[in-house]
């Protein structure tokens, strides 16, 4: 069992910054992909970022660039730094852990990490909220 919480939501202005934190225990990260998700009211969870077990990043288009995903192996812990962020960033963030698929390495990973179902294990949750 993995047991992840997360941290660092909040109310920021349009522009500003937040990190989020995602701290883990019950096994090591180090098995796992780590990504972060997110969900609005009336809408489907989605993919914001990952960091698999080789390190390699993935973002959504909307991320890119203005979001980076960092992993510390030996506090067992995955960070999301938002930058420049915009009103539509506003949502509920999960952490999400994803078991390492030995049939992926490198950006052939994206699919393994990026979808819903593969998640083993999802933290609470924390709100952020972006003000115009």
């Known amino acids: 069992q993995v047991q992840l919480v997360e941290s660092g939501g909040g109310l920021v202005q349009a522009g500003g910054s937040l990190r989020l934190a995602c701290a883990a225990s019950g096994r090591t990260l180090s098995d796992y992909g780590m990504g972060w998700f997110r969900q609005t009211p009336g809408k489907e969870r989605e993919f914001v970022a990952a960091?698999?077990?080789?390190?390699?990043?993935f973002y959504v288009d909307s991320a890119k660039v203005r979001f980076t995903i960092s992993r510390d192996n030996a506090k067992n812990t995955v960070f999301l730094q938002m930058n420049e962020m915009k009103p539509e960033d506003t949502a509920v963030y999960y952490c999400?852990?994803?078991?390492?698929?030995?049939?992926?390495?490198?950006?052939?990973?994206?699919?393994?990490?990026?979808?819903?179902?593969?998640?083993?294990?999802w933290g609470q949750g924390t709100r952020v909220t972006v003000s115009s």
């Open positions: 999400a852990a994803v078991p390492r698929d030995p049939n992926c390495s490198g950006y052939g990973c994206y699919s393994a990490l990026a979808t819903l179902r593969n998640v083993d294990y």
């Open positions: 960091i698999s077990w080789d390190d390699t990043t």
